[in-house]
């Protein structure tokens, strides 16, 4: 399974920006589909999961700000950021764990300017 992230960018703080992230093959409704962030010096963290049959799940620092959703027809995971802040600068990574295999995509650079 390869993921292809895009969507990163510069934005100033307060703006929006919406990360996506396709599968090279069907994605199903049970293969828990993430995002994580990771900056220089730290490791990756989990930013948004959606699972099947469970409410999305949120790191403190990024609920009531970002929304994750998928489209598994689509084998899309879409990330929406709103109301973006200076700490969110990031290199965000979208990841799935499928049959105990973990498989990240690339990572896309999301920088916010104060």
């Known amino acids: 399974v390869q993921l292809q992230a895009s969507g990163g960018g510069l934005v100033q703080a307060g703006g929006s920006l919406t990360l996506s992230c396709r599968a090279s093959?069907?994605?199903?409704?049970?293969?828990?589909m993430s995002w994580y962030r990771q900056t220089p010096g730290n490791s990756r963290i989990l930013v948004a999961r959606?699972?099947?049959?469970?409410?999305?799940e949120y790191a403190d620092s990024t609920r009531g700000r970002f929304t994750i959703f998928r489209d598994n027809a689509k084998s899309t995971v879409t990330l929406r950021m709103n109301n973006l802040k200076p700490e969110d600068t990031a290199v965000y990574y979208c990841?799935?764990?499928?049959?105990?295999?973990?498989?990240w995509g690339q990572g896309t650079q999301v920088t916010v300017s104060s």
């Open positions: 093959r069907t994605i199903f409704s049970g293969d828990p």
């Open positions: 990841y799935t764990r499928i049959s105990g295999y973990d498989y």
């Open positions: 959606i699972r099947s049959g469970r409410d999305p």
